[in-house]
């Protein structure tokens, strides 16, 4: 058991939301009881979500994709209503962290994709950005084949099948890594002379723009490749808290 102040400032000072440009409020969301007990986790906010997370009794929920966005509504339509709804009947809290979890160093979506694809060393992606939200990782000696990296991206992503387009070179030595919506680093990735760019969830012209640029480039799924940052940061919650860390997976094909 903990107080969710506690529990709210630790993760404050291990993510140190303040550093990133974002487009939703990272931290606490949606104040409940103050002691915590048992915490669940989960990718996306949604009302399934909070219902199996009652069922398990949790006291507060800790997600990737909070509730509130800069450019949603500012009024409540009826889902977004009974989403809250059931945290307010419930005194649940919500806590959300989202870029801020992203680009952490150690629990963060990338750098854990990163060490899942077999990576030997990593640093920020792109280069150009400063906190950079992305991977870079270099494999080992002459590199990994293509079929390996896939077999390895459906293995960090739980079994799901990569979107792959192998237009690159025959090995594989560096790797450009944005979970989610990241599509638009593939350019990045090119132009720091990456062999391979990996995220969640592709755009038409991909495509084209990996295989003319000679990069291999995957599409893991966006839910997916951003169930592992939240994961392992409930674990960590539990091991320094002493509370009960339950994972809910609500599968999204997206």
Same mark, same amino acid.
């Given at each position: 058991?903990?107080?969710?102040?506690?529990?709210?400032?630790?993760?404050? *000072?291990?993510?140190?939301?303040? !550093?990133?440009?974002?487009? #939703?409020?990272?931290?606490?969301?949606?104040? +409940? !009881?103050?002691?915590?007990?048992?915490?669940?986790? +989960?990718?996306?906010?949604?009302?399934?979500?909070?219902?199996?997370?009652?069922?398990?009794?949790?006291?507060?929920?800790?997600? &990737? &994709?909070?509730?509130?966005?800069?450019? =949603?509504?500012?009024?409540?339509?009826?889902?977004?209503?009974?989403?809250?709804?059931?945290?307010?009947?419930?005194? #649940? $809290?919500?806590?959300?962290?989202?870029?801020?979890?992203?680009? &952490?160093?150690?629990? +963060?979506?990338?750098?854990?994709?990163?060490?899942?694809? +077999?990576?030997? $060393?990593?640093?920020?992606?792109?280069? $150009?950005?400063?906190?950079?939200?992305?991977?870079?990782?270099?494999?080992?000696?002459?590199?990994?084949?293509?079929?390996?990296?896939?077999? !390895? =991206?459906?293995?960090?992503?739980?079994? !799901?099948?990569?979107?792959?387009?192998?237009?690159?070179?025959?090995?594989?030595?560096?790797?450009?890594?944005?979970?989610?919506?990241?599509?638009?680093?593939?350019?990045?990735?090119?132009?720091?002379?990456?062999?391979?760019?990996?995220?969640? *969830?592709?755009?038409?012209?991909?495509?084209?723009?990996?295989?003319?640029?000679?990069?291999?480039?995957?599409?893991?799924?966006?839910?997916?490749?951003?169930?592992?940052?939240?994961?392992?940061?409930?674990?960590?919650?539990?091991?320094?808290?002493?509370?009960?860390?339950?994972?809910?997976?609500?599968?999204?094909?997206?």
């Amino acid at each position: 058991m903990t107080d969710l102040n506690e529990l709210v400032g630790y993760l404050d *000072e291990l993510l140190e939301p303040s !550093r990133f440009s974002d487009y #939703c409020p990272n931290g606490l969301q949606v104040p +409940g !009881r103050r002691e915590v007990r048992t915490l669940v986790t +989960g990718v996306s906010a949604g009302a399934e979500l909070f219902e199996r997370a009652a069922e398990h009794g949790a006291d507060a929920i800790l997600v &990737h &994709h909070g509730l509130f966005w800069t450019a =949603a509504p500012l009024a409540l339509d009826r889902p977004a209503a009974r989403r809250l709804k059931l945290l307010l009947d419930r005194d #649940c $809290s919500l806590i959300a962290h989202h870029v801020p979890l992203d680009g &952490h160093p150690e629990v +963060g979506n990338n750098a854990l994709l990163a060490a899942a694809l +077999g990576c030997e $060393s990593r640093r920020p992606f792109p280069a $150009s950005e400063s906190p950079a939200i992305g991977v870079a990782g270099i494999f080992a000696g002459d590199g990994i084949e293509p079929g390996v990296l896939i077999d !390895r =991206a459906r293995a960090a992503v739980g079994g !799901r099948q990569p979107l792959a387009f192998t237009d690159g070179p025959a090995r594989i030595r560096s790797i450009g890594i944005v979970s989610g919506g990241g599509s638009s680093y593939l350019g990045a990735a090119i132009s720091e002379g990456l062999d391979a760019f990996l995220t969640g *969830e592709p755009v038409e012209r991909v495509m084209l723009q990996a295989r003319e640029s000679g990069v291999h480039f995957l599409a893991a799924g966006h839910y997916a490749t951003e169930t592992l940052g939240v994961r392992r940061l409930g674990d960590l919650l539990a091991e320094r808290f002493g509370v009960e860390h339950v994972f809910l997976d609500v599968p999204n094909p997206i």
